[in-house]
Structure formats: C-alpha cells, structure tokens
C-alpha cells in the first residue's frame, strides 16, 4: 500500500469538505432525538456525565483509530480490514469485523429511516398549522394518532429512503458536500434560538438541574451500557462508516484535529437539544422518560405558541430531517462501497439493492410501533431490540475490535505514520487510550451488564 493510493471512490474535495461531511455523519437523530429521550429515562445528568466520558476517553481514540484505518486501507471495510490485516501479517478473520459494520449500519438505517419518517411527516403537520396553540395533551395525542398508522408510517419511510438512495447514487462529493456546508451552521443557529426559547419557559433551570446535576443512584449497569453506546452512535464510529469516510480523505489532512472538531460538534448539539427540550418537559407538566416520541410530544408545544413558531417549527423539522440525510447516507456507504468495489456493480444499482433491503427491514420498526407492539423479544419491541443490539452491543463491540486492531495489531510506524502527533507524547497518549483504556472500558461494562461485576 502506497502513500499516493487513492479510494475507488474518489476523494473529498478539500479539508473542510471533509469535516463537513463527517460532522454531516455524526449530527443527526442520534443528537436531538435520541440523546435527550434516553437521557430522560436514565434519569438525567449522571447519565451525561457517563456519556460526556465516554465520548472523550473511548470514542474520540476510536474514531482516530478508525478514521486512520479507513485512510490506510482505502476501501470499503471488508476489504480494508483485508488489506491491513495482511500487511501486518495478522490473522484473517480480522475482516470480519468489516462484515459486523455493514450489516450495523444497514440494520441501523432501517429504524432510523422511520424515525427520519416522522420528522418529513412533521414538517407538513407544522406546514399546516397543526401545532398552532396546541396543549400537551393535544400534542401527545397528534402524535399517537400518526404512529398508529402503520400506512403514514411506510409511506413516511419510503419517501426518506428514495431520497437516501437518490443521494448515495450522486458518490461521496456531489451535492452532498455542497448543501451540508449551509446546513450544519443553519442548524446551530436555530438550535440556539430555541434554546433562547427555552430560557423563557417556567421551569428552564429545573431542565437544567436535571441535565447536568449527576445523581448516580440513578445510574445502572444498563444505562452505562446505553451512555457508552450512544456515544458511540451518536459519533457515528464502530461500524465502518468512519472508515469509508476515511478512506476518501487525501493524505495531507490532520485525523486528530478532524476528530476532535467533529467530537466537539457533535456533542454541543446533543447537548443544546437537551438544554431545549427539558424545559419544555418540566413547564408543561410532561414525564422525561417518555421515550421515542419525547421531541415530537414538547417541541411542537414551543412552536405552537412562540412567536414566529409556525416558520421555526418548518425551518426545525427540515433541517433534522436533512441532517438525518447526511448521516443515512453514512450508515448505507459501507454496504454500496462493498458492492461496488467487490461485486462490480455501478453506484446506482449498489445503492438500489443496499437501499431495497434495508427499506424491507424498516417495516419491522413500522409495525412495533402499532400492529405489532404487542409482539417482545426478550420484554422488548422489534424496534428496541434492533436499536440495542446495534447501538449497545454491535456498535462498542466494533469499536473495542478497532482499538484492539489498531493498538495491537497494526504496524506502529503505519499509525504514526497516518495520525502524524506534533510529538511523542501525544502519540504516546493515544496508545495508552487505544490498547488499554478505551479496550478495557468497553469490557468493563459488558461485564458489568452480564452482572459479573
Ligand atoms: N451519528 C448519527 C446520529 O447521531 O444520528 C447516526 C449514525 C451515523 C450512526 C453514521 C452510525 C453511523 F455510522
């Protein structure tokens, strides 16, 4: 492997085009929907401050050691994983690990295209005015009458799963960069207006007493597990994506400044979404573990009685929805990637077949939340199941192979070679992290979850 090798698929056009596009990855559902409803049933700031650890301890190391695995390997993850695993003479059963992220991301996009559902779904209702002076309870009730539905569901799902596919089908920097440049600014400044609203609400500090106050009696082997895996979900690493995203990154770029913004990014915007929602929560008397539906049962409230509302609530709703868009598009690429580079198809037909099968897997979410919500596997709904087993067990199962791979397995000189550290030291630093701090701590809390701790 050459230094001047390049992907198949091109290259990102500039650095900034690069951390568009992984921020693009990274913000998504997994920061203002996600984020605050699981926080809000693990009980609130202990859980974030678990989260806010994980995040620089384990994910941030991670997510170098991904994103320079991709850029070494230049391929999709399987066949990355092939061509590190035989330049460090390793075993081959290594690139099963780029199996494991596939099939994540392709299950992953499955529910989270339904959720992306909602909020298209949500954009019209905010279009016609049906939040405009509505209570709590005419919220929550607009909100069980749409997931009831299992047609506005599908139909919901579909639509954002064509345009996941039509975007894909455009390769890594058409399009995509382009509008991902305006969006990630235009989505902080809404943000930050809504938290400006949310200053005005009655029980603002309650929101955030109950945000940022740790009370680790509250805190359970389970929900380290889902902090931990949040975190990896919500940085977007673990399962490959990272990887082919650093597989299109020319050479001369900085991974850990890279990483560090995005992380950075990445979490103000999980934590201004709970900063704007838990107000809402506590002034209108609503529970904070209400769960999945927790955004979709408070923001309407605020925009159907703030001013200017109708306009924010659209402007709000689009942008989460492009914003899941940038990041489908991350989830899917592992798999199109693979089909192009191993099966010889065509961007389009990869994206079809990719897309196809995971639109077929999203009707199990669809169902789980109506026709099918009686039907628990272990005590949980298709959906939960699919959301735990990918977030808490294949994503920071990945991510321990990646520290695993990167730490101990490659050779030292490539992942200094790649990382570049201004000295030593820093490189020294993240070694310790890699082999045995982020490993350790993953295991710890599986071991933890198992009940043998
Ligand atoms: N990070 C995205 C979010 O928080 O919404 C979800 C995601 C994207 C997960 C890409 C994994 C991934 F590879």
Request: glycine share 10%; net charge negative.
């Amino acid at each position: 492997m050459t230094d001047t090798k390049k992907s198949p698929q091109g290259e990102w056009s500039s650095h900034s085009a690069f951390i568009m596009a992984a921020t693009g990855s990274a913000v998504g559902l997994g920061n203002i929907w996600k984020f605050p409803y699981i926080t809000g049933e693990n009980g609130g700031g202990a859980f974030v401050l678990v989260y806010l650890l994980c995040v620089a301890l384990i994910g941030i190391p991670i997510m170098m050691s991904e994103t320079l695995m991709g850029r070494r390997g230049r391929h999709n993850p399987v066949t990355t994983m092939e061509s590190l695993t035989a330049e460090a003479k390793a075993d081959e059963h290594w690139h099963y690990l780029g199996w494991m992220g596939i099939i994540a991301g392709i299950l992953i996009l499955s529910y989270y295209s339904v959720i992306a559902g909602w909020a298209s779904a949500y954009v019209l209702k905010a279009f016609t005015g049906s939040f405009f002076d509505a209570d709590a309870a005419a919220v929550k009730q607009l909100f069980a009458d749409f997931i009831a539905s299992p047609v506005q569901l599908a139909f919901w799902h579909t639509a954002f799963m064509l345009a996941t596919m039509w975007i894909v089908k455009q390769g890594v920097n058409n399009g995509l960069e382009k509008a991902l440049r305006w969006l990630m600014p235009s989505l902080f400044v809404l943000l930050i207006l809504l938290v400006g609203y949310a200053m005005t609400t009655p029980s603002y500090f309650q929101g955030l007493h109950f945000l940022f106050t740790p009370d680790f009696s509250k805190l359970t082997g389970n929900s380290i597990l889902t902090a931990m895996g949040q975190a990896f979900f919500s940085l977007g690493i673990g399962m490959g994506a990272v990887m082919v995203y650093g597989a299109y990154l020319p050479k001369k770029i900085s991974i850990t400044e890279t990483v560090v913004v995005v992380s950075i990014a990445d979490t103000v915007v999980a934590l201004l979404s709970g900063i704007i929602i838990f107000p809402i929560v506590f002034s209108n008397g609503l529970q904070p573990d209400s769960g999945p539906g927790l955004i979709f049962e408070t923001l309407p409230i605020a925009f159907g009685s703030m001013i200017g509302g109708w306009l924010f609530g659209i402007l709000f709703f689009v942008m989460l929805v492009l914003a899941a868009l940038s990041s489908s598009v991350a989830l899917i690429e592992p798999a199109v990637a693979w089909l192009i580079e191993t099966r010889g198809f065509n961007r389009e037909k990869a994206s079809l077949y990719a897309g196809s099968v995971t639109w077929l897997i999203g009707f199990a979410s669809i169902f789980s939340f109506n026709s099918w919500s009686g039907f628990k596997i272990f005590g949980q709904t298709l959906f939960e199941l699919l959301d735990y087993v990918t977030a808490n067990l294949m994503l920071p199962i990945g991510g321990f192979a990646i520290a695993m791979f990167a730490g101990w397995i490659m050779v030292r000189g490539h992942s200094e070679q790649e990382l570049d550290l201004p000295n030593p030291l820093t490189y020294q630093i993240w070694q310790l992290l890699i082999k045995y701090l982020a490993p350790a701590a993953v295991f710890l809390v599986f071991l933890d979850v198992v009940g043998v701790l």
